[in-house]
T-cell receptor, first 116, second 120 residues
Framework: RKEVEQDPGPFNVPEGATVAFNCTYSNSASQSFFWYRQDCRKEPKLLMSVYSSGNEDGRFTAQLNRASQYISLLIRDSKLSDSATYLCVVTATSTKFSGGYNKLIFGAGTRLAVHP | DTAVSQTPKYLVTQMGNDKSIKCEQNLGHDTMYWYKQDSKKFLKIMFS???????INETVPNRFSPKSPDKAHLNLHINSLELGDSAVYFCASSQEEYRHIRLSSTDTQYFGPGTRLTVL
């Protein structure tokens, strides 16, 4: 089982639509959760952190369910500029070196295409 | 005034060659990373350095050797390149500070533009 699983999509939606992405993670010890955005042939950029109580940033709402190990991202009123791949990211402890440092585990991403 | 820069942007080379990718960040961050994104788009951490000290090494072949001359630079040298090394390599940095051993990983990681490596 992959550490972070996402529906690869693509999700093709018209402008103005509401779209939701889901993500599940396997490590119950994960402490921090994020959504990153990656445009085609570009680097990933942090979209938002995800908090247990849920959080909103403009048109974007993130939810976390620790019991189900499930994270979601809701985008309202989609814009053409929202077209990108959305990466679900969780933390895990790296045990392959000394110290037990945390690392980010990325899902493969869900591709969103918003059309006029 | 690019925050995290990498050179080169594209690298095409033959199997068996040795190549290096350079990374520099001007954000004053303490921690830098190398990630590999393969053809299936999975982004996986390879190494992490904090103040020039290696702190994460994720089962990467010995042919890959990171070097951090100072905390603003993290270079990646690859010996005896193989076909499977073809990927996009991203450098990143964050303002994580290590007091003892555990990292909270709540600080944003800023990624460089990537180096697309093609091994023929």
């Amino acid at each position: 089982r992959k550490e972070v699983e996402q529906d690869p999509g693509p999700f093709n939606v018209p402008e103005g639509a509401t779209v939701a992405f889901n993500c599940t993670y396997s490590n119950s010890a994960s402490q921090s959760f994020f959504w990153y955005r990656q445009d085609c042939r570009k680097e990933p950029k942090l979209l938002m952190s995800v908090y247990s109580s849920g959080n909103e940033d403009g048109r974007f709402t993130a939810q976390l369910n620790r019991a189900s190990q499930y994270i979601s991202l809701l985008i309202r009123d989609s814009k053409l500029s929202d077209s990108a791949t959305y990466l679900c990211v969780v933390t895990a402890t790296s045990t392959k070196f000394s110290g037990g440092y945390n690392k980010l585990i990325f899902g493969a991403g869900t591709r969103l295409a918003v059309h006029p | 005034d690019t925050a995290v820069s990498q050179t080169p942007k594209y690298l095409v080379t033959q199997m068996g060659n040795d190549k290096s990718i350079k990374c520099e960040q001007n954000l004053g961050h303490d921690t830098m990373y190398w990630y590999k994104q393969d053809s299936k788009k999975f982004l996986k951490i390879m190494f992490s350095y904090n103040n020039k000290e290696l702190i994460i090494n994720e089962t990467v072949p010995n042919r890959f050797s990171p070097k951090s001359p100072d905390k603003a630079h993290l270079n990646l040298h690859i010996n005896s390149l193989e076909l499977g090394d073809s990927a996009v390599y991203f450098c990143a940095s964050s303002q994580e500070e290590y007091r003892h051993i555990r990292l909270s990983s709540t600080d944003t990681q800023y990624f460089g533009p990537g180096t697309r490596l093609t091994v023929l």
